[in-house]
């Protein structure tokens, strides 16, 4: 269970049981602190009168420098024919935002986030960004506390699955572009179109529903913070049905 106790302006500032992160992430702190600061977001750090330094943005430097090396050896040994363009745009792929919000997810990284009020109201600890840069974050952490090696087991653990993916063609940077190359391809001449049918919320956190339908066949219908986001959610989904719908298009 998580208790946090906030005392402005003091530098250890929760008392968090982090037991289960730790076996989910697959490593066990000695200094708890580095995880904390993982965890302290700029606007946190802002709202109780602490330096820059103390968010977890320098930790969020280092973590993608690791991820880098690592996720760039993985592709290395799974493709030993590969050139640099095609390991490049692979790494792209695992490393993207998208893909390291999803990691973060399954870590519930974002229950333990440490966000400024108007943050926190605003959906913070679930935005894409955010929890990508937590990951980030949390990487270097480890790095910091037990070394490179023990950094390269953790991205192994939870971005194996991931860089699979990417090298199967199953994750895109750009879902609705794919969606839309896909229904034009092999003979198939599907138009693909997309339908706000949803519009809810304040304007600081709007929730936009879209639709995607190939021709007038609905394919996927998906939530997101912003008209862009929903289409690239509901895209994603659109792909599987539309792959399903038509096997001999892909």
Known sequence: MRVICIQPFLVNMT??????????????????SLLETAFTHTTYVFETGRGHWESNQRLEFIGDAVLDVVVGQMLYELKPQADEG???????????????????????LGDYLL?????????????????????????????????????RKCILKNLTETVQKAVNGEIFLDYKSRL???AQTRGFQH???FEVTGERGPAHMKEFDVSVYSDDVLLASATGHSKKDAEQKCAEKGIKEYMSLYPDSV
């Open 15 to 32: 008392m968090t049981d982090y037991t289960e992160l730790e076996k989910d992430l697959g490593y066990t702190f000695k200094d708890k």
């Open 180 to 182: 839309l190359e896909l």
């Open 86 to 108: 095609y390991l490049s745009k692979m790494r792209s792929v695992s490393v993207c935002e998208k893909s390291f919000a999803e990691v973060a997810r399954k870590l519930h």
């Open 115 to 151: 966000l400024g009020k108007g943050e926190a109201q605003n959906g913070g600890n679930d935005k894409d960004s955010t929890l990508a840069d937590c990951f980030e974050s949390v990487i270097a952490a480890v790095y910091f506390d037990g070394g490179f090696e023990q950094a």
């Open 191 to 193: 138009t693909i179109r």
